[in-house]
T-cell receptor
Framework: DAKTTQPPSMDCAEGRAANLPCNHS???????VYWYRQIHSQGPQYIIHGLKNNETNEMASLIITEDRKSSTLILPHATLRDTAVYYC????????????FGQGTELSVKP | NAGVTQTPKFQVLKTGQSMTLQCAQDMNHNSMYWYRQDPGMGLRLIYYSASEGTTDKGEVPNGYNVSRLNKREFSLRLESAAPSQTSVYFCASRNRAEAFFGQGTRLTVV
C-alpha cells in the first residue's frame, strides 16, 4: 500500500470549510484513497473513499488531483463536533491484508 | 445490528497475568483487525485476519497472540501482561471498502 503524508494539525473556524490535504505520490493505479476520522477516545469512523473522480456524501467531499498524487477531504461547514483526528489511507479496493493508519491530522474546529 | 462488539470495555491486570480480549462482528466480513492506541498516538496494527482460518502479524505483534475462531470472532490474547501493554485496544472488521470499529477495550497493566 502506498505511503501517505498529512500535516500533523490544522485549525478551522466553526461554519467554515475545513480542507484536509493528503499526499500519496506513490499511489498505484488500482489503489483507492480512504478517509477515516477518530473523535476522542472512540473507534475510528469511515468517511469516504474514491479512486480518481471526486466523491461526495452526506459527511464530506473528496477531491483527488488528476495525477492522483494528492487529495483533499473537504468538510463544507465544520462544526465543533468535527474536531477529531483525520486519517488518509491508500489501499486496493476489496483486498484483504494490512490496514495501516498513519499519524493523521488533528483538526481543531474553534468557535 | 450490533456491528463490532468488544469485551470487556475496561480491564486492570497485574504484571504477568494473562487475559483474552474478545471481538465479534455480525456483518459477515472476511477481514478482521486488532489495533492498539497509546495516549496521544495513532493506531498501530497488532494482528489481522484476512479470512477465517488465517492470521498475520501487523506492525507490533510481540507479546500477543490471536485466534480467528470462526468468521464472526477474532480474539487477542496477552499471555504475560506487561506495563508496556497498557493501552486502548480496538477491533475492526472490514468489507470491500469500509472498516467498522468497536468501541475499544481500555487495558491497564500494573
Amino acid at each position: 500500500d502506498a505511503k501517505t503524508t498529512q500535516p500533523p494539525s490544522m485549525d478551522c473556524a466553526e461554519g467554515r470549510a475545513a480542507n484536509l490535504p493528503c499526499n500519496h505520490s506513490t499511489i498505484s493505479g488500482n489503489e483507492y484513497v480512504y478517509w477515516y476520522r477518530q473523535i476522542h477516545s472512540q473507534g475510528p469512523q469511515y468517511i469516504i473513499h474514491g479512486l480518481k473522480n471526486n466523491e461526495t456524501n452526506e459527511m464530506a467531499s473528496l477531491i483527488i488531483t488528476e495525477d492522483r498524487k494528492s487529495s483533499t477531504l473537504i468538510l463544507p461547514h465544520a462544526t465543533l463536533r468535527d474536531t477529531a483526528v483525520y486519517y488518509c489511507i491508500v489501499k486496493i479496493y476489496n483486498q484483504g491484508g494490512k490496514l495501516i493508519f498513519g499519524q493523521g491530522t488533528e483538526l481543531s474546529v474553534k468557535p | 445490528n450490533a456491528g463490532v462488539t468488544q469485551t470487556p470495555k475496561f480491564q486492570v491486570l497485574k504484571t504477568g497475568q494473562s487475559m483474552t480480549l474478545q471481538c465479534a462482528q455480525d456483518m459477515n466480513h472476511n477481514s478482521m483487525y486488532w489495533y492498539r492506541q497509546d495516549p496521544g498516538m495513532g493506531l498501530r496494527l497488532i494482528y489481522y485476519s484476512a479470512s477465517e482460518g488465517t492470521t498475520d502479524k501487523g506492525e507490533v505483534p510481540n507479546g500477543y497472540n490471536v485466534s480467528r475462531l470462526n468468521k464472526r470472532e477474532f480474539s487477542l490474547r496477552l499471555e504475560s501482561a506487561a506495563p508496556s501493554q497498557t493501552s486502548v485496544y480496538f477491533c475492526a472488521s472490514r468489507n470491500r471498502a469500509e472498516a467498522f470499529f468497536g468501541q475499544g477495550t481500555r487495558l491497564t497493566v500494573v
